[in-house]
């Protein structure tokens, strides 16, 4: 899943959609708005939907390696090999990487 629209989606189910709800009701409690209280109800629903079905598209589609570019793998006290997970190439430059460290025991 594309880190950008995993981000978006996360800012609107947990910061926006309750900032709309509160604005709301306040503003459906001061001016006597019908209603107000269900539409505040809808869009706490439709917020909870949102972050469950973010949290299930995470889960199915996110590795153990999401998030990294790539793995230091470990193989005894003097040496390491570095696995990229995208072509070393289509990096921009200056920008960082992250790796993630695995101990990979020695073969005997």
């Given at each position: 899943m594309d880190n950008r629209f995993d981000m978006s989606a996360k800012v609107i189910t947990q910061i926006i959609n309750p900032?709309?709800?509160?604005?709301?009701?306040?503003?459906?409690?001061?001016?006597?708005?019908?209603?107000?209280?269900?539409?505040?109800?809808?869009?706490?629903?439709?917020?909870?939907?949102?972050?469950v079905v973010l949290k299930l598209v995470r889960k199915r589609y996110g590795s153990k390696t999401s998030g990294y570019d790539g793995d230091i793998l470990v193989t005894d006290?003097?040496?390491?090999?570095?696995?990229?997970?995208?072509?070393?190439?289509?990096?921009?430059?200056?920008?960082?990487?992250?790796?993630?460290v695995v101990n990979k025991p020695p073969k005997t």
């Open positions: 900032y709309i709800a509160g604005i709301y009701y306040l503003l459906g409690r001061v001016f006597d708005v019908p209603g107000g209280e269900h539409v505040v109800g809808n869009i706490v629903v439709l917020s909870l939907i949102l972050d006290v003097e040496g390491a090999i570095l696995v990229f997970h995208k072509d070393p190439g289509n990096f921009e430059n200056g920008k960082s990487l992250r790796f993630r």
